[in-house]
C-alpha cells in the first residue's frame, strides 16, 4: 500500500524527480487512495508545474485517474 502523505510529500516537493515520481504514484494508484479529493488536487497542481516533465506525468496520469476522481463536476 502506498502512503498518500508520501504522495503529497513528492508532489510538493522542490525536486524535478520526486514531483515526476508523485504523478507517476498518482496515476498508479488513485483507485486506492483514501482522500481522492486531496490527491486530485496534487494531481491538479501538478498538471501546472513549470517543468515539463512534470506536467507530461501529470497529464498523462489525469486520463487513468478521472474515472476515479469522486466529484466530476468540479473536477
Request: aromatic share 4%; hydrophobic share 45%.
Amino acid at each position: 500500500m502506498v502512503d498518500q502523505v508520501e504522495i503529497h510529500r513528492k508532489a510538493a516537493s522542490g525536486e524535478v524527480m520526486e514531483r515526476i515520481e508523485a504523478a507517476v504514484l498518482l496515476r498508479d494508484n488513485f483507485a486506492d487512495l483514501p482522500d481522492k479529493e486531496h490527491a486530485w488536487k496534487d494531481l491538479h497542481r501538478l498538471t501546472r508545474d513549470e517543468h515539463r516533465n512534470v506536467l507530461l506525468g501529470a497529464v498523462d496520469a489525469l486520463g487513468s485517474v478521472f474515472q476515479h476522481v469522486p466529484d466530476k463536476g468540479e473536477a
